[in-house]
């Protein structure tokens, strides 16, 4: 059941801002795209709301309660950013806006971007952590949530590996695109 409250989180998510974009750009009811733009984060509060009566009604921690904690990191630290990127993109393709900003294309400028967003990772990991630590008091049952623990500590990995980026940026920046015309 959490794999489906997941799958269709994450459909909702899309299905709300395309609604959401085209009643502001196309339709021109901003009201009702705020309305729709606001009811995303409650898909958020279905997601950890269905993860918590699962496990508190004895289920065992596996791999969908992992994902659905990651997942709510994820929203929580990128989903401001998500919306605002598909709403330039929507805006753009859809209604004659202005391109959508790009990161910088190189030197230091960049290389801060790619650590600025490094620190997101970093921080959607802890939050990862947090949501992990919250399940496992609330079913208060280490047993049931051992998996939780190991998943959470494996997931390490992402910080580790999209720590390439920045390192490399900064060490090795590129030249901006108006130095090299």
Do not use: Q
């Amino acid at each position: 059941m959490i794999v489906a409250i997941l799958i269709g989180c994450e459909i909702g998510f899309w299905v709300l801002l395309a609604l959401g974009f085209a009643s502001r750009y196309l339709w021109k009811r901003r009201t009702l795209s705020t309305v729709l733009l606001l009811c995303v984060p409650l898909l958020d509060v279905i997601l950890l709301t269905a993860a918590v009566i699962d496990m508190r009604g004895g289920a065992t921690a596996d791999l969908r309660h992992g994902l659905a904690a990651a997942y709510l990191s994820y929203s929580i630290v990128f989903g401001h950013r998500t919306i605002r990127w598909a709403d330039a993109k929507f805006h753009h393709r859809f209604a004659g806006g202005p391109p959508p900003p790009r990161p910088p294309a190189g030197g230091m400028p960049r290389a801060r971007y790619e650590w600025a967003m490094w620190l997101r990772i970093v921080l959607a990991y802890a939050l990862t952590w947090g949501i992990v630590l919250a399940l496992t008091w609330l079913v208060g049952d280490p047993t049931r949530t051992d998996y939780l623990v190991a998943f959470a500590r494996d997931l390490l990995k992402i910080p580790l590996i999209a720590l390439i980026w920045p390192v490399s940026y900064t060490l090795w920046p590129r030249k901006p695109e108006s130095a090299e015309t």
